[in-house]
């Protein structure tokens, strides 16, 4: 097994003065960690996708994958929004990357390599319609000379931020170098991660994944189960209607390995799953977390341009058909909650905690 990573989001820390909750070790001790706690062997490979094109050739002809996971993006949507620098990063990281693995599999002449792609669930948007989103297609009925005919589409993206546009332009990407070069590519959009630990990652403390919580990196439960440890009013933006998508860390590393390991034949379209185990208006989560800890959650002016409320009902099928055995948050939140944000509370620099991207 091999990781490529640049380092990036290390680097975004340097600019923007922040860092994980959790102590991070540099990827040499992680992988050490690994091997002494597995006896299993991860190779580093410091490499920027996107950009460093040659090496990425070269490293696919000798390492001949069966199969790639591409995360090689740039990950945050408020980031996305946080100005003209990081707007073109964005863009610029997000879709070379994706375009340069898809050359470099073919130009490597790796068509049985199967590509996981970790997209977003906020490619569909969040505008209320009324109906059960599907897993990336959309059945339609359309006028033909023949009178009316059943197709299929791929479901109108509607991105909400920069971040989430390009993740919507990757789609096309999969659907020309599926249709035209034969690639099977599984595209996961995955919704609202929370948690820190997985089961491999608990095993050494050198392992243990980073806990963003500022503004423009973290997501909004851990936000909020940090928030309450410190004791610090939950930030609810606006009025907390928005209705979003949920899955915990361990459980988005599980759907990794059951996309990997189904042998679904995706030669033929690029396999779409949602990858999410519930749905939760933030007011609610605000308010369990609340009552839980007793740390009272305030409304805040909300920074982004999003439906002040939505409902969002989507499809999960194909993962949980595959396998999945969901984490809820009644069963992992208040573990989280005692375990990681108040094991490290007292690293947190209290005023990174304010959204700082405006959506407009
Ligand atoms: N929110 C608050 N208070 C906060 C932070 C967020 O009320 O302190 C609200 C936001 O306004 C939004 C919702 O919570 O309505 C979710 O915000 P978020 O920051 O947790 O998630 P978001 O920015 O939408 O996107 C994040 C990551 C992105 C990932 C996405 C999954 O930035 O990488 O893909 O979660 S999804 O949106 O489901 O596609």
């Given at each position: 097994m091999v990781i490529v990573d640049n380092l990036s989001r290390r680097r975004i820390d340097l600019e923007l003065g922040t860092s994980s909750l959790t102590p991070i070790q540099s990827p040499q001790a992680r992988v050490a960690a690994w091997k002494n706690v597995s006896r299993r062997e991860i190779r580093f490979h410091n490499l920027t996708v996107g950009s460093e094109y040659r090496d990425l050739v070269m490293l696919l002809q000798a390492e001949?994958?069966?199969a790639i996971v591409h995360f090689a993006e740039q990950r945050s949507a408020p980031y996305s929004m946080y100005g003209s620098r990081s707007m073109r990063y964005t863009v610029q990281n997000n879709l070379n990357g994706t375009h340069d693995v898809l050359c470099a599999v073919v130009e490597a002449g790796l068509y049985d390599t199967h590509i996981v792609h970790l997209g977003?669930?906020?490619?569909?948007?969040?505008?209320?319609?009324?109906a059960r989103i599907p897993e990336g297609y959309l059945p339609v009925t359309i006028r033909s000379d023949d009178g009316p005919k059943e197709i299929e589409i791929m479901y109108p993206a509607a991105p909400g931020s920069i971040y989430h546009m390009t993740k919507s332009q990757d789609a096309l990407f999969f659907y020309y170098y599926n249709k035209n070069y034969g690639l099977r590519i599984t595209d996961l959009h995955q919704g609202i991660v929370w948690g820190t630990q997985t089961r491999e990652t608990a095993l050494a403390p050198e392992l243990v994944n980073r806990f963003d919580y500022c503004g423009?990196?973290?997501?909004v439960l851990n936000r909020f189960l940090l928030q309450a440890a410190l004791g610090y009013p939950l930030t609810v933006?606006?009025?907390?209607?928005q209705t979003r998508a949920f899955i915990h860390i361990q459980d988005t590393v599980r759907c990794i390995e059951l996309a990997v390991r189904s042998?679904?034949?995706?030669r033929k379209r690029v396999r779409i799953l949602n990858q999410i185990t519930e749905t939760h208006r933030v007011i609610d989560l605000a308010s369990r977390i609340s009552a839980m800890t007793g740390v009272p959650w305030r409304s805040v002016a909300n920074p982004r341009n999003e439906e002040a409320a939505n409902d969002f009902d989507v499809e999960n099928d194909g993962l949980m058909s595959l396998g999945l055995a969901p984490t809820t948050l009644e069963k992992g939140l208040m573990e989280e909650v005692c375990d990681i944000a108040g094991k490290y509370k007292d690293r947190c620099v209290v005023s990174q905690i304010p959204a700082v991207a405006a959506w407009r």
């Open positions: 001949k994958p069966a977003s669930i906020g490619v569909y948007g969040y505008k209320s319609t009324g423009l990196y973290g997501t933006h606006g009025s907390g209607e042998p679904e034949d995706n």
